[in-house]
């Protein structure tokens, strides 16, 4: 109905569905991040002779871990369907790498609310407020040239149809400079405003 074909439409679904499982995860930043504060794992940091942002660093490097294995389970699935990059294998592992980078990238917006949150049920029920109206609101499961004008211009200027596009792109091999500039632009905004922002609430809080 959308694509077709059931083949075709998981040549469109499968990068836009990268996105729409990975970035959900980076919310756990956020919670695990306020659950070892609210236990007290921070004030013992707080003691030790270390650079103190370095814990909010590490915890969000090592969620990688959770984005990688989620990647390869969805890459996998969209293989076994019939999906196949026309970017080849080199295609395929930029665009896997374009993903990590994004989702490290929109961690550090949850580690800003984890830090800010009292409790860490706060921190999912306020972030799922943000990231699914924006996933869904996007081109991840529905080509915009099918959509009234008006709607196609709103859902073009989210920061997620960005990173959609130059998924998509490095999967089919197509992608250009606009497409590289938008999308890595919109991660690397996203780490200049609430990386600086979140070291500075944590460190705050590890004052009080």
Do not use: H
């Not at 969620?63 to 369907?81: F, I, K, M, Q, S």
Request: with cysteine.
């Amino acid at each position: 109905a959308i694509a077709g074909s059931a083949s075709g439409y998981v040549q469109y679904l499968l990068p836009g569905i990268l996105l729409l499982t990975v970035v959900p995860l980076t919310v756990y930043s956020g919670t695990t991040l306020c659950t070892d504060i609210a236990k007290g794992v921070y004030d013992r940091f707080r003691t030790m002779p270390f650079w103190q942002p370095a814990a909010v660093f590490g915890s969000i490097a090592a969620d990688g871990l959770r984005y990688a294995a989620a990647l390869l389970v969805v890459l996998a699935a969209g293989l076994a369907l019939g999906f196949r990059p026309d970017g080849g294998v080199a295609g395929a592992a930029l665009a896997a790498l374009y993903v990590l980078f994004f989702a490290y990238s929109a961690s550090w917006v949850f580690a800003l609310i984890g830090n800010a949150a009292k409790r860490p049920e706060t921190v999912s029920g306020t972030s799922m407020m943000i990231v699914y109206p924006l996933l869904f609101a996007s081109n991840v499961l529905v080509d915009t040239s099918t959509m009234p004008r008006w709607l196609r211009a709103a859902i073009e200027l989210n920061p997620i149809s960005a990173a959609v596009n130059l998924t998509r792109g490095l999967l089919y091999g197509t992608a250009d400079a606009a497409d590289v500039a938008a999308g890595i632009g919109v991660g690397l905004l996203l780490i200049a405003v609430f990386a600086p922002w979140t070291v500075c609430v944590y460190l705050k809080r590890q004052l009080r």
